[in-house]
Nanobody
Framework: QVRLVEYGGGLVQAGGSLRVSCAAS????????MGWFRQAPGKEREIVAA????????YYVDSVKGRFTISRDNAQNTVYLQMNSLNPEDTAVYYC?????????????????WGQGIQVTVSS
């Protein structure tokens, strides 16, 4: 099966930047669409960004447009989420996920594999 492991995260001040990474193994990485989700305490997991297998199409939730950038390096089997202009409402556990198709990328049920999650905390 596909294994996904998130790297990065941590504590950052409001207005700062952070990049989280997701390394994949076990299957052909380039054949999967990839997404980043996040879950804050007491809230449901929500889509943050997604990218198709070739990197030609991306999706962002409205709240992060212009601040976050999703990218992938298939040669390194890695997906990245660059987060700029962070604010405390971005604080959450961030999850990497893989999907066999790039269709309903905004819902969790479309994804086949998930990483363990990584904490991102933004202080005010």
């Amino acid at each position: 099966q596909v294994r996904l492991v998130e790297y990065g995260g941590g504590l950052v001040q409001a207005g700062g930047s952070l990049r989280v990474s997701c390394a994949a193994s076990g299957r052909t990485f380039s054949s999967y669409a990839m997404g980043w989700f996040r879950q804050a305490p007491g809230k449901e997991r929500e889509i943050v960004a997604a990218i198709n297998w070739g990197g030609s199409s991306t999706y962002y939730v409205d709240s992060v447009k212009g601040r976050f950038t999703i990218s992938r390096d298939n040669a390194q089997n890695t997906v990245y989420l660059q987060m700029n202009s962070l604010n405390p409402e971005d604080t959450a556990v961030y999850y990497c996920a893989a999907a066999r198709t790039y269709a309903r990328v905004d819902i969790t049920t479309q994804y086949d594999y998930w990483g363990q999650g990584i904490q991102v905390t933004v202080s005010s």
